[in-house]
Nanobody, 118 residues
Framework: VQLQASGGGSVQIGESLRLSCRASGFDFRVTNMAWYRQASGKQRELVARINNVGGSTYADSVKGRFTVSRDNLRNTVSLQMNSLKLEDTAVYYC?????????????WGQGTLVTVSS
């Protein structure tokens, strides 16, 4: 199982970034995917989740600014982040959830750093 995240970087307040996570080694089509983030000194938190048929949910802090999407042909899940705020600074992790016909346990990507500055 591999989850390769990319797209992090340094931006200023109000700018945008798009994160991508390419998955391999499991049946992506049946797997719910998620993005988590962990800011320095804080616990990892769920940012957005997308199920295998495209239904999505978001943390209240990112609703209206972030959009999660998936491409089941390319085994990719993306996170479009707009109107970035200082408090969005964190390491962002791609997550693949266990499912009856997919993974037997949670799997994590290596993380990609997003830094938002003024």
């Amino acid at each position: 199982v591999q989850l390769q995240a990319s797209g992090g970087g340094s931006v200023q307040i109000g700018e945008s970034l798009r994160l991508s996570c390419r998955a391999s080694g499991f049946d992506f089509r049946v797997t719910n995917m998620a993005w988590y983030r962990q800011a320095s000194g804080k616990q990892r938190e769920l940012v957005a989740r997308i199920n295998n048929v495209g239904g999505s949910t978001y943390a209240d802090s990112v609703k209206g600014r972030f959009t999660v999407s998936r491409d089941n042909l390319r085994n990719t899940v993306s996170l479009q982040m707009n109107s970035l705020k200082l408090e969005d600074t964190a390491v962002y992790y791609c997550n693949a959830e266990p499912s009856p016909f997919g993974l037997s346990q949670n799997s994590w990507g290596q993380g990609t750093l997003v830094t938002v500055s003024s």
